[in-house]
């Protein structure tokens, strides 16, 4: 029998926090990045229009020398990035406990996927379903899917089996799937290359 579940959210409730920071320093990062672009084109029409270039600009509240607020916000960026990745590298190390997915036998980013410590089976597993369980780990998505239990043999007490995503899911259990006529043996773990 087939089942799906609908509405999918971009964070799930037990990582919800980890999401909304990640989210707020996204959203700093595309800021800042839209302020280094704004003071760029202003000297450069500045400079075409043959006046002289801004030496000094105040955008929070500090008078600093151009050159000096570009790295200011060049750092900052920098420093974003890095608390970004070093949340993603926490989901990982966890691998998955906020939402009882993992991967096993591969390393951080890499392995055969267990949800609530069982296995998902390989019939049907594409791309798609693959990029949904590296999200669910705080990955940005799948390099690629791996099937015949990639890396190691599985116990045969699979979750689910013939999972088919549309690839936007927040979560596995929002595919379609089959959990209850599943007839796979240890060969056949579905896997992840998460990037």
């Known amino acids: ?17 980890l999401c909304i ?32 270039m801004v030496e000094r600009m105040d955008i929070d509240g500090r008078d600093l020398p151009l050159n000096s607020k570009i790295k200011t916000l060049t750092h900052d960026i920098r420093a974003m990035e890095d608390t970004i990745k070093i949340l993603r590298k926490s989901i990982a190390a966890n691998n998955g406990a906020f939402n009882g997915i993992e991967l096993v036998g591969g390393n951080e980013k890499s392995g055969n996927i267990l949800v609530h410590g069982r296995p998902v089976c390989d019939d049907e597993w594409e791309l798609t379903a693959a990029e949904v369980a590296c999200r669910m780990l705080g990955f940005e998505g799948a390099e690629e899917k791996t099937t015949h239990s990639h ?18 899911e927040s979560d596995l259990f929002h595919c379609s799937f089959d959990s209850k006529s599943i007839q796979c043996d240890q060969y056949e773990g579905a896997g992840v290359v998460c990037k």
């Open 1 to 17: 029998m087939k089942r799906k579940k609908e509405g999918s959210q971009s964070c799930s409730s037990n990582k919800s926090i």
């Open 21 to 52: 920071l990640m989210s707020l320093l996204s959203l700093l990062c595309v800021i800042v990045s839209v302020s280094l672009a704004v003071t760029y084109r202003l000297q450069a029409m500045e400079c075409l229009a043959g006046r002289p």
């Open 151 to 168: 890396f190691g043999e599985v116990s045969e007490n699979f979750i689910m089996d013939d999972v088919k995503c549309g690839g936007e």
